[in-house]
């Protein structure tokens, strides 16, 4: 069997962006309600990514393993995106402490969502191996994927944030549902909620 070759199948599934500083923001750390305009924006380009499918890229999973996005055609996704770094607009100087919150909201809501048969993962620009050491302190029994070059943002515009010239996803969270993105949860406001707003919404969508 010919090796996979995760750059040739990630080249093809990149497109350009035609207004990417728009989703880019620089300067002093705060929450993304100090930048309206930004947010304005993202909240823009959440309402395009509905109906949309994910790219074919091929991501690095928590174990070393290559998970390729669009294997979820099938299935329900909860993808939740999360900065990764030391401090960023969403979570101030802390960051981590609020990624580490968020992963534990979604560990603990886990059984229900699989009820409802959504496959969890969390998506950063973060090493394989700080993530590998997140999931083990945090406990974690769903995955973690990372695209420490941004390839998902190159292919789909999803919204980053530039801090200390260090690039970062903006905090989201996407439902994929029969291969298409049913929605886009921005801005989380509240981490420690983010796995109930994602429950909240399935029941009232019936789910």
Do not use: C, K
């Amino acid at each position: 069997m010919r090796p996979i070759n995760r750059d040739a199948i990630n080249r093809r599934s990149r497109v350009e962006l035609a207004e990417p500083s728009v989703y880019e923001q620089s300067g002093p750390v705060g929450h993304s309600a100090d930048f309206p305009r930004e947010r304005d924006a993202v909240q823009r380009m959440t309402r395009r990514l509905v109906g949309s499918t994910l790219p074919a890229l091929l991501l690095v999973g928590t174990h070393g393993e290559d998970v390729a996005l669009d294997r979820f055609a099938s299935r329900s996704l909860v993808l939740y995106l999360y900065p990764g770094g030391s401090s960023s607009p969403d979570g101030g100087n802390d960051s981590l402490l609020a990624d580490a919150a968020q992963h534990r909201a979604f560990r603990d809501l886990l059984p229900e969502l699989a009820n409802r048969r959504f496959v969890v993962h969390g998506l950063s620009s973060e090493t394989p191996q700080t993530q590998l050491a997140s999931a083990v302190a945090q406990s974690l029994t769903h995955g973690l994927l990372s695209d420490p070059q941004l390839l998902l943002t190159g292919a789909m515009g999803l919204p980053t944030i530039t801090v200390a010239g260090a690039q970062y996803y903006r905090r989201l969270t996407i439902v994929v549902q029969h291969g298409r993105i049913s929605h886009v949860f921005f801005p989380v406001v509240n981490v420690q909620r983010s796995a109930d707003q994602v429950l909240t919404w399935a029941t009232v969508s019936g789910l």
